[in-house]
C-alpha cells in the first residue's frame, strides 16, 4: 500500500522539526558533545599558541616586525585544517540521525555505523563540502548578498549526499534544483527558522556569560573554557539537531512537492 506524503507550510515544518529534535536529543548528544570538545580544543590551542599577536589585534595595537614574526604558522593552520576535515563528517552524522528519523527509523541510527558510513563516503562528502564553501565565499565578490544567496541554494546538500548518495557535483546540482523557482518561499523559511536559532543561541549566551561571571573571576583562564563548554552543551545540541532536522524537513518537503515523492 502506498501512502502519499503531503508538502507542509513553514509552521508545520517547525513543528516537525522541533518534535525531531527532542525525540532524538539523547542521540545528537554524543556526536556534538565530541565535535564541539575537539573544536573548542583546537581553537583553544590555535589562539593560546598566538595569544601574544591575538591580543595586539584585539587591541588594535601597532603590528611591529618583532610582533609578526611572534606568530606561529604552525597552530593555525593545523588547527583549521582539523577542524575543515572534521566538519564533514560530523555533518554527515547529524544529518543521518534526521534523515533516518523522518522514516521514523530512528532506531536504525547508530552512532558506529554511521560514523562508517561516513568515512567511507569521506571524500565525496568533503569535496562536495569545499565547493559549497568555494560558491559561498564566490558570493562575496558580489556583496554579502551573493554569499547569501549561494547558501540557500546550498541549503539541502547534506540530506542530498545522505540520502541520494550522490557525486560531490550532482549533489551541488540537485539542491540547486531542489529549490529554484521557489527561491523567494524558501528565503523567507529559512529567515524565520534563523531568527528562531539566533534568537535561542543570543539568549543561551548572555546566560552563561551571566554564570561564568558569577563564579569566575579570570574569564579567560581554561577553566572558563570547560566550564562554557558545560554549560552552553545543551543548547548546542538543541540547536544543532534543530537545524539538521529542519534541512531535512525541507528536503523532503522540496520533494514531494516537486517529485511526488512517498514511501510504500
Not at 27 to 36: D, E, G, Q, T
Not at 122 to 134: C, K, Q, R, Y
Not at 144 to 154: S, T
Amino acid at each position: 500500500m502506498e501512502t502519499t506524503l503531503q508538502p507542509h507550510k513553514l509552521g508545520q515544518l517547525l513543528d516537525h522539526s522541533f518534535r525531531m529534535t527532542l525525540k532524538n536529543y539523547s542521540r545528537f548528544l554524543i556526536p556534538v558533545a565530541l565535535y564541539s570538545a575537539v573544536t573548542t580544543a583546537l581553537m583553544e590551542y590555535m589562539f593560546s599558541a598566538n595569544s601574544e599577536f591575538f591580543s595586539a589585534v584585539s587591541a588594535s595595537a601597532q603590528m611591529t616586525e618583532d610582533l609578526l614574526s611572534s606568530f606561529k604558522s604552525g597552530p593555525y593552520f593545523l588547527s583549521l585544517l582539523l577542524i575543515i576535515l572534521i566538519s564533514p563528517l560530523f555533518q554527515f552524522m547529524v544529518n543521518d540521525i534526521a534523515v533516518k528519523s523522518f522514516f521514523l527509523r530512528e532506531d536504525d541510527w547508530h552512532l558506529p555505523s554511521s560514523l562508517k558510513k561516513g568515512l567511507e563516503r569521506f571524500v565525496p562528502i568533503l569535496l562536495a563540502t569545499l565547493l559549497s564553501s568555494l560558491i559561498i565565499m564566490g558570493g562575496f565578490l558580489v556583496l554579502i548578498v551573493g554569499a547569501l544567496v549561494a547558501a540557500l541554494f546550498l541549503s539541502l546538500l547534506y540530506p542530498v549526499l545522505i540520502f541520494e548518495e550522490c557525486s560531490p557535483r550532482e549533489s551541488l546540482r540537485r539542491s540547486f534544483l531542489l529549490i529554484r523557482g521557489e527561491f523567494f518561499q524558501m528565503a523567507g523559511y529559512w529567515i524565520v527558522f534563523w531568527l528562531i536559532f539566533i534568537g535561542m543561541d543570543m539568549i543561551s549566551s548572555q546566560l552563561v556569560e551571566w554564570i561564568l561571571r558569577l563564579f569566575l573571576s579570570n574569564s579567560g583562564s581554561m577553566a572558563s573554557t570547560i566550564l562554557y563548554y558545560i554549560l552552553s552543551l545543551p543548547v548546542v545540541i538543541l540547536s544543532i539537531g534543530l537545524q539538521s532536522c529542519f534541512a531535512v524537513n525541507m528536503y523532503f518537503n522540496q520533494r514531494i512537492k516537486r517529485e511526488g515523492f512517498g514511501l510504500e
